[in-house]
């Protein structure tokens, strides 16, 4: 490989030289490029096209190693999830409970009163939890009137 490269290598600098010895004795060609004219002679429209040919193949270069490492690593990734899904089938899970629930009782309320439950519309209130609230039958539905099991009214007031 470092042969054939360094074969092409001697074959660009020959056709170079080619063309620096034969066109040194040309005229100037003129280039109408609408807003810009250039005049130039045949060895720099031979660079020029030189210089395009590099930056073509560098642009075709980069591409493709995008490319090739892209690919690599979507490789890359799917293997990774099939490792996964072939650890996560072959071990039982560590963290997995058990699907039945210990028998125990909940532990009764020493007063529980049943709460009455305000009507739709009605503004709830957020009471703190350590005081029992019960409404009494004649309350209205927007919470005038609170009873609780403390003396004192809901608002510490006596």
């Known amino acids: 490989m470092l042969v054939i ?3 092409l290598v ?3 600098l ?3 030289g080619f063309m620096a010895f034969g066109t040194a004795n040309l005229d100037k060609v003129e280039i109408d490029l609408g807003v810009l004219t250039a005049n130039l002679n045949p060895l720099e429209i031979f660079g020029l096209g030189a210089l395009c040919i590099v930056v073509l193949v560098l ?3 980069l ?3 995008g490319l090739r490492r ?3 690593k979507r490789k890359e990734l799917q293997e990774l999830r099939q490792k996964a899904d ?3 089938r072959a071990a039982p899970r560590q963290d997995a409970r058990p699907e039945t629930r210990p028998q125990t009782r909940p532990q009764a309320r020493p007063e529980a009163r049943p709460q009455a439950r305000p009507e739709s519309g009605a503004p709830q209130q957020s009471l703190p939890s350590d005081r029992a609230v019960r409404r ?3 309350t209205p539905p927007d919470g005038d009137r609170i009873v609780t099991d403390r003396p004192g009214g809901p608002d510490g007031s006596r």
């Open 5 to 7: 490269g360094l074969i």
């Open 10 to 12: 001697l074959i660009a």
């Open 14 to 16: 020959v056709v170079v």
């Open 59 to 61: 642009g075709l270069l």
């Open 63 to 65: 591409m493709f190693t």
């Open 70 to 72: 892209q690919r690599r």
């Open 86 to 88: 072939l650890a996560e």
């Open 136 to 138: 009494d039958p004649g």
